[in-house]
């Protein structure tokens, strides 16, 4: 009985020994199972990463240049259009260059075709970081310069009428004064399309506004210079009225 019951450990003893060598033979190839199994996923996370990164960029690549083909086309029509009105300024100016009456009139087209350095200025500001500021201060310069220039007509007209002592004379010179009155009023409605052009520029996306923004800006600038146009229609008449005048004082 002895014999037997030893044996018996014995074997119980092995019994336990070989399910545990088992246990860990199983544990062991579950767990490289597990390790095999982790690092497909990291890897598949990895090209994953990269793929979407990849499309991201591309995607990027994409939206960045159909942005800049926008503003590429809408620099382009925006300069085309001042070339526009200043090839018509030009032609005005050289058929008033010889004529001596109109020289107040000349004054004030010129000093409008000398906004287009400005628009110029304006189109270089819309394309910088710094747009928000030097948009204030280009705003405040074209508003400013062009109130000293009114004034300074209006002077100038002031001047005409003491000098010419006759009613139609003087009622024609001073209708220049209301033709730069209408200057101003374009001017105050330049000023507004600015502040609108800088609210909307703050929107990097919003080219439709934008571009209506600029539109009604240049609007407004043709619209001043078409006053001038009326103004110097003025000019004109009151010219035919003074040299009606000196014939008939000859």
Do not use: P
Not at 118 to 137: A, H, T
Not at 212 to 241: G, H, T
């Amino acid at each position: 009985m002895g014999i037997i019951k030893e044996l018996t450990v014995t074997q119980i003893t092995g019994i336990i020994a070989a399910f545990l060598v088992v246990v860990i033979i199983t544990l062991i190839i579950i767990i490289s199972h597990m390790r095999k199994k982790i690092t497909k996923i990291k890897f598949d996370a990895k090209e994953s990463a990269e793929e979407n990164k990849k499309a991201f960029l591309q995607e990027k690549d994409i939206l960045i240049a159909n942005n800049n083909a926008e503003i590429s086309a809408l620099k382009l029509e925006y300069e085309k259009r001042i070339q526009e009105v200043k090839e018509t300024i030009d032609k005005r100016r050289d058929v008033l260059a010889n004529k001596s009456e109109k020289n107040l009139i000349i004054d004030v087209i010129n000093a409008l075709d000398g906004q287009n350095d400005k628009l110029d200025r304006i189109e270089k500001v819309l394309y910088s970081d710094q747009f928000g500021k030097q948009l204030e201060d280009l705003k405040q310069s074209f508003i400013s310069e062009l109130g000293r220039f009114s004034f300074s007509v209006n002077d100038q007209v002031d001047q005409l009428c003491e000098r010419l002592n006759n009613t139609d004379v003087i009622s024609a010179i001073s209708n220049i004064g209301s033709g730069i009155n209408d200057i101003n009023d374009s001017v105050s409605s330049i000023e507004s399309d600015v502040e609108e052009i800088k609210t909307s520029i703050c929107d990097k996306y919003s080219y439709d506004s934008l571009a209506s923004n600029i539109s009604s800006l240049e609007s407004e600038i043709i619209s001043a210079r078409e006053a001038a146009e009326s103004a110097k229609e003025e000019a004109e008449s009151a010219r035919w009225a003074a040299e009606q005048l000196q014939y008939n004082n000859n």
